[in-house]
């Protein structure tokens, strides 16, 4: 699933609906959601992520997110969501649900 543009009280109503119907569609184990497109994110649309997230877990589904600029990684960041969100930084990555391994620090 491909998000673009702001994600705010005005348009999350709708992208909420769209999560619900893909993870409510027969035979869906897994939803990426490719946020990409996506510069800004306020308390709304993260609220319609955790919803997704929510109805995923609770339908025993995956639930990923890709792609992530900086103020929507920021926003997760500080409301600490990055921990409980699974997020890679491409699609292959998303895919395979596997993240590279964390370069080394010095």
């Known amino acids: 699933m491909d998000i673009n543009g702001d994600v ?14 893909a993870l409510n569609k027969k035979g869906t184990q897994r939803v990426i959601v490719n946020m990409s497109g996506v510069n800004y994110i306020d308390s ?9 997230l929510k109805l995923a877990r609770s339908l025993k589904n995956g639930f990923a997110l890709y792609g992530l600029n900086k103020h929507p990684r920021e926003v997760l960041e500080l409301t600490r ?6 997020i890679y930084d ?6 395979s649900g596997v993240a590279p391994p964390p370069a080394p620090t010095q």
Request: hydrophobic content about 40%; cysteine-free.
């Open 90 to 95: 491409n699609e292959s990555e998303a895919v």
């Open 44 to 52: 709304a649309g993260v609220a319609s992520l955790v919803e997704g």
């Open 8 to 21: 705010t009280l005005y348009n999350s109503p709708e992208i909420r609906k769209t999560l619900m119907d």
């Open 81 to 86: 969501l990055s921990k409980v969100f699974e």
